[in-house]
């Protein structure tokens, strides 16, 4: 089942304020959230834009009076989701490093809540980890050939003992069905020798 924007959305009153709010007042807020963006709603909650912390910065560099409002630095165009909207449709939003957060609003437009773009990373991450542990694990390639250690040093230690079996049988060392090689064994050795010698005394 695929999530909604409703399941990582943040219900923040602080965050949402109205375009008649002061100007010191949104800096106040911002100054202790860990977001740098704010919703702006009217009179009925409906959303009608937002307004940044780098516009609270150029205009509280102006020097405005205490009485002025956010209204005239409030970006009128900007985006947002619907809480009952699938979450992987609204992540392409969040490839822009303009977006930190974008309002969640309802069928009437009111503002819900925020969806921020570090909770839509964190999603990101638990489901790569999520794929990552349910994926099958991978065995290992064996050939038909290849037997297990325990079966090899059986197969070594039998073939070993097969080998003494032969020298002890007739003290060459030549396993049945293997070719002689073509010298002398020590004892016939020594014996053409001897004979070869008293030939030619």
Request: aromatic share 2%; hydrophobic share 40%; net charge neutral.
């Amino acid at each position: 089942m695929q999530r909604q924007v409703r399941d990582l959305m943040r219900i923040r009153h602080g965050n949402v304020v109205a375009e008649t709010t002061t100007l010191r007042e949104v800096a106040e807020r911002l100054i202790v959230s860990d977001c740098d963006m704010m919703a702006v709603t009217d009179s009925s909650g409906r959303l009608i834009g937002v307004i940044c912390e780098s516009s609270v910065v150029r205009a509280l560099m102006a020097s405005p009076s205490d009485e002025a409002t956010i209204q005239p630095i409030v970006m009128r165009h900007a985006e947002s989701v619907r809480i009952d909207a699938c979450l992987t449709a609204v992540l392409p939003l969040f490839r822009s490093s303009a977006n930190t957060a974008v309002p969640v609003v309802n069928q009437e437009n009111q503002v819900c809540g925020l969806l921020l773009r570090r909770d839509v990373i964190t999603s990101l991450l638990h489901r790569r980890l999520d794929a990552a542990d349910t994926a099958p694990a991978v065995a290992p390639i064996r050939s038909a050939s290849m037997k297990p250690a325990a079966n090899s040093r059986e197969t070594g230690a039998e073939r070993i003992s097969d080998q003494a079996k032969a020298v002890e049988s007739d003290g060459s060392g030549i396993q049945p069905g293997q070719s002689r090689p073509h010298f002398l064994r020590a004892d016939a050795a020594r014996r053409y020798l001897w004979s070869s010698a008293e030939d030619r005394l």
